[in-house]
């Protein structure tokens, strides 16, 4: 679980979020992984990393931007192996 303190965001440009999996699981098509983001207002929004990277060992999942200062979350999903 991650908690971001948004009480700061004006000095807030982009985060970006990554994964890993543990040692002995095989890849992340396996895992069933899901990634939810619940937003303060809005609905929760959900990730699924269920494509076939066979090697990879983390992916970058989302970024979020601050834009004119509106928090904007774009999905990224990019495994690196």
Do not use: M, W
């Amino acid at each position: 679980t991650v908690y971001v303190n948004l009480d700061q965001r004006d000095k807030i440009k982009r985060l970006l979020f990554f994964v890993y999996i543990y040692d002995r699981t095989p890849a992340f098509d396996r895992t069933h992984a899901k990634i939810t983001l619940y937003p303060g207002n809005g609905p929760r929004i959900e990730i699924e990393l269920d494509e076939r990277a066979a090697e990879a060992r983390s992916c970058a999942v989302f970024t979020v931007e601050n834009i004119k200062d509106e928090l904007i979350v774009r999905r990224e999903v990019k495994f690196v192996y």
